[in-house]
């Protein structure tokens, strides 16, 4: 999942309720090979919204200050051109207390949309002006408590991630779930995902452990997860039988006893999230007590699409699988904005340009908002389909990637439409 700044899942460790983008498709006019009418919508100009006001609640100072500024453009290339909305910078710092004042000032100043902030606590702040004043909020946090009536959260989620492997790993014939996940934030939303999208699938309620960082810590919790004692224990009893005989017909059972497999776990797919050499150290023991390929697909979070973090997971678990944006959607978008800003779009800028890419089409329809944003066919945008559900929820239309050596190759493409599978 690609050769830029690799975006989502960095940010979910490094910067919790921060989100970023994957590649995706670009709105703009369908070309040929456009969906058919009852997909996305697609838009990038056109349509009269001159008189349209959108808020956008940036960190332009503080911390995340380059992260606003790559925001900011973004969105300034989503509203230029003719009859576009007017765009509101206004900056948060940063913090929720500023965002709070920025969406106040957003709202006295006729705003009719907000996009962003960035963060989780920045939203939950904002979420209660705007919520107040009517004024819907696609904010930019992958932090999915965040999402309600009203308050849309646009970065690629856990939830998102997780509901596209099952699907895949469930069409493949995969029905026994388990989840093996670092003791962080991250690793419980990884987890709460999987059995929410399990019990969607009407599967039996995955197995879920979680572990410490280190092989001491690890090593006793996938061995009782593995099952691998009982697993194990009746190979070693028949061994230990022949090894008594001493004899001709002994050393021979012994032999075929050695090459004996050992009987798969209670499990048929496995949800990681670890990376580097956490992750290195957690194959390696999983390997260790016979948890392997073909008998467990191992799955992965969109953190393995960042090339650094795909070499490790291809050196531990090849043949794995994660969910993420397709990047083949992405190319005009990109090019488009390395053409305006003399550099690549960093990850986390694709949200702002679907955001102010959808406010436009409000803007454009001078009707319901609300109608439009929530609109069943959903949009396609820079990360490919998505669609904003009435209870704040996004459904995102994600492809499967397997870890091979070297890379990664698309083993499940995005859907194209907003009720293709994991959506």
Not at 189 to 201: N, W, Y
Not at 286 to 309: E, H, I, K, M
Not at 344 to 369: H, T
């Amino acid at each position: 999942m690609f050769g830029r700044t690799v975006w989502l899942g960095m940010c979910a460790f490094a910067l919790w309720g921060c989100s970023s983008a994957g590649p995706g498709g670009v709105f703009r006019g369908a070309p040929p090979t456009a969906l058919p009418s009852a997909g996305p919508t697609r838009v990038e100009s056109g349509g009269s919204a001159s008189e349209f006001r959108v808020a956008a609640l940036l960190p332009l100072s503080g911390a995340n200050a380059e992260r606003g500024e790559a925001l900011r453009n973004a969105a300034k290339l989503a509203l230029s051109g003719a009859d576009a909305p007017r765009l509101d910078t206004k900056d948060t710092a940063g913090t929720p207390a500023g965002a709070a004042s920025a969406a106040q000032a957003a709202i006295r100043a006729g705003d009719q949309i907000i996009l962003g902030p960035l963060t989780a606590p920045e939203t939950a702040a904002v979420a209660a002006e705007a919520r107040q004043a009517g004024v819907p909020v696609l904010a930019f946090t992958s932090d999915a408590s965040q999402a309600q009536p009203g308050v849309w959260v646009l970065g690629i989620t856990p939830e998102q991630q997780v509901r596209r492997l099952v699907a895949a790993a469930q069409a493949e014939g995969r029905t026994r779930f388990a989840a093996l996940l670092p003791e962080s934030e991250f690793g419980r939303a990884m987890g709460a995902a999987l059995t929410r999208a399990v019990a969607e699938a009407g599967l039996t309620p995955p197995v879920i452990r979680t572990h410490a960082a280190g092989l001491r810590a690890m090593t006793p919790v996938i061995r009782e997860f593995s099952d691998y004692a009982n697993r194990r224990g009746p190979i070693d009893a028949k061994l230990r039988e022949a090894r008594a005989r001493h004899d001709a017909e002994g050393r021979k059972l012994v032999a075929e006893l050695s090459r004996a497999a050992v009987p798969p776990p209670p499990f048929d797919a496995l949800l990681l999230a670890d990376t580097g050499e956490q992750l290195d150290e957690l194959a390696s023991l999983l390997s260790y007590y016979d948890v392997s390929a073909p008998q467990v697909r191992f799955l992965g979070p969109a953190l393995w699409a960042d090339p650094a973090t795909r070499a490790a997971a291809a050196r531990a678990l090849r043949g794995a699988w994660y969910a993420a944006p397709d990047p083949a959607f992405r190319t005009a978008y990109a090019e488009r904005y390395q053409e305006t800003y003399g550099a690549p779009p960093p990850g986390l800028a694709d949200l702002a340009y679907d955001a102010a890419s959808i406010a436009r089409l409000v803007g454009a329809n001078k009707g319901n908002a609300m109608a439009v944003l929530t609109q069943s066919n959903g949009f396609l945008g820079v990360d490919g389909v998505l669609a904003l559900r009435p209870d704040g929820r996004v459904a995102r239309g994600l492809a499967v990637f397997e870890v091979v050596s070297g890379g990664s190759k698309l083993v499940s493409p995005a859907p194209q439409t907003a009720a293709g599978p994991g959506m």
